[in-house]
């Protein structure tokens, strides 16, 4: 069953708007959720984390937001740019470093940037 | 530093042959970890090695199997190739310092079944 789940399946946004992908997920054992983003043909790229404790972090451009009880998270991209046009996966996992370490990814959300 | 690296890039076999793929991680990194991406399913965990020990398992059939190397470089080997099996293999490795939960990811191999 899916964990992870990443409803839209594409989004499309101008060149200096704001980019909203969402992220859902059904396990309360996850606390640590990281976004990446994939271009063809390459290995996805790790963009931003965030941990339970917090409901924010902030990286230059990229914001994800945090809501545990809703289980919910969010990546912000202000403002958007052509080169942002990728795949974006979120992904979870459990803060439990002896159980080793395992991705929980969503299926994507193919972003697509027009000038 | 260099990244994480995959051996082969592509790879075409036939079903019912065995095949072995192969990755480097970041130097330093100790974890290393096998993800199968399918248009249908996404990325999907495979298995999980630290110090040669397979850590985490994913839920996939016992055809698909794996090692790790004291020098922690890792091995995969999926027996028997099914049609289903064709996909993109992606290796990631952490362990590095900072996060250990931030795994950077290879360009993958791409492996076809025919």
């Known amino acids: 069953d899916q964990q992870v789940k990443q409803n839209s399946p594409s989004l499309s946004v101008q060149e200096g708007r704001i980019s909203i992908l969402n992220c859902d997920y059904t396990n309360s054992m996850f606390d640590y959720f990281l976004w990446y983003k994939k271009y063809p043909a390459e290995g996805p790229t790790f963009l931003i984390s965030?941990?339970?404790?917090?409901d924010k972090n902030e990286d230059g451009r990229f914001t994800v937001f945090l809501n545990k009880s809703a289980k919910h998270l969010s990546l912000h991209i202000v403002p958007s740019q052509p080169g942002d046009s990728a795949v974006y996966f979120c992904a979870a996992s459990p803060l439990n470093s002896n159980s080793g370490y395992a991705l929980n990814f969503g299926k994507g959300t193919s972003l697509l940037v027009t000038p | 530093k260099a990244g994480v690296t995959q051996t082969p890039r592509y790879l075409i076999k036939t079903r019912g042959q065995q095949v072995t793929l192969s990755c480097s991680p970041i130097s330093g990194h100790r974890s290393v970890s096998w993800y199968q991406q399918t248009p249908g399913q996404g990325l999907q965990f495979l298995f999980e090695y630290f110090s040669e020990t397979q850590r985490n398992k994913g839920n996939f059939p016992g055809r698909f199997s794996g090692r790790q190397f004291s020098n922690s470089r890792s091995e995969m080997n999926v027996s028997t190739l099914e049609l289903g099996d064709s996909a993109l293999y992606l290796c990631?490795?952490?362990?590095?310092?900072?996060?250990?939960?931030?795994?950077?990811f290879g360009p993958g191999t791409r492996l076809t079944v025919t």
């Open positions: 990631a490795s952490s362990g590095g310092g900072g996060s250990s939960y931030e795994q950077y």
């Open positions: 965030i941990s339970s404790i917090k």
